[in-house]
């Protein structure tokens, strides 16, 4: 049985008071209603404050122990979460009075810039909001004005941006997601350069978002300079996917990092060349490689696929032999280690949120507002990442052993 509401006499008293002074007929009518007492009760507040700051109430001259006195008031309106309420500011003559319960300059006494922001990291866009808050709130917010509200956002984007990065990353996954951005008039595809890392604690974060031209190696030889310059000396396993010149640009800042190419990448570009007919022969001979338990039978796997499959596909066959090197690195590795670094599923899984929220934005008009949104969802996202891999006390371990040399005791405090 649904709980009924208990009201006390008294409480029911004034809200039937309420209702036979104001006759509501429907919600809107109750939400104006609460904005009128809203308005009142605020006016009564700053009317006490002044009562305080002259110490004498009005009208109560004979209490009065000051020089100064009342001057008047100053039109205002703010904006609430039952929607704009005008008030009345009172003035003293010497200008001092400074009001506690609304603030010189504030406009805002409600917590709608939150939930522009909390809306606006979800995806929507500034005339969707605009449009919610008037139909909600009954607060009239152009969509101009909700930009400059999240434009607020962007020194603290760019603060975090570069803010110093932990000195060791056990693991940092590394990506890049595409979006239509405006530049010099005409509508360009630019990367969003993506890296996330998993620090020594097991705990993961996002290391930041760059925006740049079209995916190169080359730049992203300026996203490891900086995730360097910011303070991280050392990663002991960078997971990427295939991007040609990836490895080389990777070896010439962290030289000690293996390097593991992404194997679900891998296997989409291998099956590409391969014919719909031969596919479930191929996976399950390729199933022989990259899920053989050892080093050595996923190379006997791998003799075996190209022995079948060689004069066929050989396109498949060599893209397996010729990154070999960094697709095997994985094997080494037991079991729970081997499961976190072999596939770069939990960038894609952050990407893929981002492309959710942004998929009511065809096109960007800036490389700021793209940034801008990512942050907010970056946010909205990482406020969930909370814990860690269930195995990392092993995957530590692990860690611990085959990078000894690497592992100083203080980087595990």
């Known amino acids: 049985m649904a709980r009924q509401r208990k009201l006390t006499p008294e409480r029911k008293a004034l809200i039937q008071s309420l209702l036979s002074h104001y006759k509501p007929e429907d919600a809107q009518d109750v939400q104006a209603m609460l904005r009128d007492l809203l308005g009142d009760t605020i006016q009564q507040m700053l009317e006490a404050e002044m009562d305080d700051h002259l110490g004498y109430s009005k009208y109560d001259y004979k209490n009065k122990h000051t020089d100064d006195s009342r001057n008047g008031y100053s039109p205002k309106t703010v904006t609430s979460s039952a929607g704009d309420i005008p008030i009345d500011v009172p003035r003293d ?108 604690d097991g705990h993961r974060e996002v290391l930041g978002l760059w925006v740049g031209g079209n995916e190169s190696a080359k730049y992203w030889v300026g996203v490891l300079n900086e995730i360097r310059n910011r303070g991280t000396e050392d990663i002991f396993i960078i997971s990427v996917d295939g991007l040609t010149g990836f490895a080389d640009a990777i070896s010439a800042v962290y030289p000690k990092a293996e390097i593991q190419r992404c194997i679900v990448h891998q296997i989409r570009y291998t099956t590409k060349f391969v014919s719909y007919k031969d596919i479930k022969a191929f996976m399950n001979d390729l199933k022989g490689v990259y899920q053989a338990p050892t080093l050595e039978q996923a190379e006997e796997g791998l003799d075996r696929l190209e022995e079948k499959w060689g004069s066929k596909y050989p396109s498949s066959v060599a893209s397996w032999r010729n990154n070999w090197p960094q697709l095997s690195a994985y094997f080494k590795y037991p079991y729970e280690l081997r499961r976190m670094i072999y596939t770069t599923n939990q960038i894609e899984n952050y990407n893929r949120q981002l492309r959710k929220v942004t998929k009511t934005r065809t096109i960007f008009p800036s490389d700021d507002a793209l940034l801008k949104l990512l942050y907010l969802a970056t946010m909205d996202i990482t406020e969930k990442w909370t814990g860690r891999d269930r195995d990392w006390s092993k995957i530590l371990s692990q860690l611990c052993i085959y990078f000894e040399e690497r592992i100083e005791p203080g980087d595990l405090e």
């Open 93 to 200: 003559r010497k200008g001092d009075f400074e009001p506690q319960s609304v603030k010189k300059n504030q406009t805002d006494i409600s917590n709608i810039e939150d939930q522009v922001l909390s809306m606006y990291a979800k995806g929507m866009t500034t005339r969707d909001i605009s449009a919610h808050l008037q139909s909600i709130y009954g607060v009239d917010a152009s969509a101009e004005m909700i930009s400059r509200m999240t434009d607020r956002i962007l020194p603290i984007a760019k603060e975090w941006q570069n803010r110093p990065l932990a000195k060791k990353y056990a693991v940092v996954f590394m990506d890049a997601v595409h979006f239509n951005v405006r530049q010099d008039g005409r509508t360009v595809k630019k990367a969003v350069y993506v890296a996330i890392g998993t620090r020594l």
